[in-house]
């Protein structure tokens, strides 16, 4: 499985667009790029799932350049209740959802 | 549907004694994973089932755990005996296709004293 690289926290304040980013530069041409939102007490909860190019939801939206060695989650005006851990899994559609540490978003009012 | 669902949602118990948490996928979905969660190891995957067979069990601590899955609609791990480093939030997913998105349950908060 492809090793990724994400920031361990990121705060913000309401309103804003909150972006992270997480390193996968060992992706295959196989896999797939999969972010999970895991509020506190709960299970991860899946956000969005892109193979290249540009990826958009009612969440979230998922930018990935060309060399795919990389991939933006974007989330727009966050809220208070964005506040969460966001998970980057890189994997082929066989993959065995393996989680890291995840970046801790933290918005502040 | 209800959504995966787990049991018991806390469950306290001395060291020592057997602890066995349940767990019921999602109708029809063919995978299911169980997960530990620390706050000083994070999320790790214990082990995942195909079709009801285990298809890696890496992530099993050691021999004192052991997951079954007598059917596509029930699934079991069990710790035996529990120790209080075992203690920690057990989560149970499942999801219909290898690449398909996972629903997690809403795990079993485990104490062992």
């Known amino acids: 499985l492809a090793k990724t690289t994400q920031p361990i926290s990121m705060d913000s304040y309401e309103g804003q667009e909150v972006n992270i980013t997480c390193s996968h530069n060992?992706?295959?041409?196989?896999?797939?790029i999969t972010w999970y939102q895991q509020f506190p007490s709960q299970g991860p909860r899946f956000i969005i799932q892109?193979?290249?190019t540009k990826v958009t939801n009612e969440v979230a939206s998922l930018f990935i350049p060309a060399d795919r060695k990389s991939s933006t989650l974007s989330l727009p005006r966050v809220s208070l209740s964005d506040t969460a851990v966001y998970y980057c899994?890189?994997?082929?559609?066989?993959?065995?959802?393996?989680f890291g540490a995840g970046t801790t978003v933290t918005v502040r009012a | 549907d209800a959504g995966v669902i787990q049991s018991p949602r806390h469950e306290v118990t001395e060291m020592g004694q057997e602890v066995t948490l349940r767990c019921k996928p999602i109708?029809?979905?063919?995978?299911l994973f169980w997960y530990r969660q620390t706050m000083m190891r994070g999320l790790e995957l214990l082990i995942y089932?195909?079709?009801?067979?285990?298809?890696?069990d890496s992530g099993m601590p050691e021999d004192r755990f052991s997951a079954k899955m007598p059917n596509a609609s029930f699934s079991t791990l069990k710790i035996q005996p529990s120790e209080p480093r075992d203690s920690a939030v057990y989560f149970c997913?499942?999801?219909?296709?290898?690449?398909?998105?996972?629903?997690f349950g809403q795990g079993t908060r485990l104490t062992v004293v």
């Open positions: 997913a499942s999801r219909l296709w290898s690449g398909d998105e996972a629903f």
């Open positions: 060992n992706i295959a041409t196989n896999d797939y």
């Open positions: 892109g193979y290249k």
């Open positions: 899994l890189v994997g082929p559609n066989d993959y065995k959802l393996s």
């Open positions: 109708s029809g979905h063919d995978y």
């Open positions: 089932f195909n079709n009801n067979v285990p298809i890696d």
